[in-house]
C-alpha cells in the first residue's frame, strides 16, 4: 500500500513538473557561474565566446567578473550587427565578424529564423524538435531554413598569435554541432594548456546533418583537460533535443586548484 502511495504522489509531482530524487548531503550542487566566480573573482578574466548569436554570454560573463575582456565571434551579418550596436561602445569586449574552426576558410553557413539553432550542417527534416520549433516560431518545417550565407573561418591559434594573447580563462562554444572543429584550430593552445576551463554545447539528438559525441570532444583535448561539470540530465528516448553543456579544465589547473 505505501509503495502505491508513493508511486501516486510521485507521479503526481511529475506532471507538475517535478521529480523526487535521493539527496546526497556530501554533493554540493554549484552552477557554472559558481565555479568560475570561484576561481576568478579577484583576477582579469580573458574570456573567449564562440558562437555570440544575440550577446547572452557576453551579458552574462559582464555581469559575473568585474575585470574582463570578452572576445566574441559571431558569424551571422544581421545578428553581429546588433551586437555592434549594443556593445561597440564597451572597451572590454571584442567583437568579430566570422566563425571559429579548425582552418581558414570560407563555408556555407545555414541561417535558420531561430538563429541560436543555425550551423554548418543542415537540420535534418521530420523531426520532433524541428516540428516544435517551427510551431513556435509559427511556421513550417519547410520555413525554418531562413538563407544560406558564405562566411568566413579563422581559427583560435590564428587568433591568439595575431593578437598576442598567451592564455585563455574561459572558452565558451556554442556552435551547433561545430565544436570538434573549432577545439581541433585550438590544437597549439590545447596541447600546451594555455586555455584553463572549456565550456560547450554537445547535441546528441539527431537535429542536424551531423551529430557529435562526448568522444569526439575528448578526441581534441589530448588527454591534457579532463571533465570537471555538467548541468543535465536526461535521454535520447523522452527528449525532443537531448544536449549537454560541459565544463573541461586543463590538468594543471586542476591539480592547482584541488591544492588549495
Not at 20 to 28: D, F
Not at 53 to 80: A, V, Y
Request: hydrophobic letters at 35%; aromatic letters at 14%; charged letters at 30%.
Amino acid at each position: 500500500m505505501i509503495k502505491i502511495i508513493k508511486k501516486i504522489i510521485k507521479n503526481f509531482l511529475k506532471k507538475l513538473g517535478y521529480e523526487i530524487r535521493w539527496h546526497y548531503p556530501e554533493l554540493v550542487q554549484m552552477s557554472f557561474d559558481e565555479i568560475y566566480q570561484k576561481f576568478f573573482n579577484k583576477n582579469k578574466v580573458i574570456i573567449f565566446d564562440v558562437g555570440a548569436n544575440k550577446g547572452q554570454s557576453i551579458e552574462r560573463f559582464t555581469k559575473l567578473f568585474k575585470e574582463k575582456k570578452i572576445h566574441s565571434f559571431e558569424p551571422i551579418k544581421f545578428e553581429f550587427l546588433n551586437l555592434k550596436k549594443k556593445y561597440s561602445k564597451y572597451q572590454h569586449i571584442y567583437l568579430n565578424n566570422y566563425a571559429l574552426g579548425e582552418k581558414s576558410e570560407n563555408k556555407e553557413f545555414y541561417v535558420n529564423h531561430y538563429t541560436g539553432s543555425s550551423s554548418f550542417f543542415k537540420t535534418k527534416e521530420n523531426t520532433d524538435w524541428l516540428k516544435s520549433r517551427s510551431k513556435q516560431l509559427k511556421i513550417t518545417p519547410g520555413e525554418f531554413l531562413k538563407k544560406k550565407e558564405n562566411v568566413e573561418i579563422d581559427t583560435v591559434d590564428n587568433y591568439c598569435n595575431q593578437n598576442n594573447i598567451n592564455e585563455i580563462d574561459i572558452i565558451k562554444i556554442d556552435t551547433q554541432g561545430y565544436e570538434d572543429k573549432v577545439l581541433i584550430g585550438c590544437k597549439e593552445m590545447i596541447e600546451e594548456k594555455k586555455i584553463k576551463f572549456i565550456e560547450l554545447e554537445i547535441i546528441l539528438s539527431d537535429v542536424y546533418d551531423r551529430t557529435l559525441s562526448v568522444s569526439d570532444i575528448e578526441n581534441q583535448l589530448k588527454n591534457n583537460y579532463r571533465l570537471f561539470a555538467n548541468d543535465y540530465y536526461g535521454n535520447l528516448y523522452s527528449n525532443k533535443i537531448y544536449q549537454l553543456n560541459l565544463i573541461y579544465i586543463n590538468n594543471d589547473f586542476y591539480k592547482k586548484i584541488i591544492n588549495l
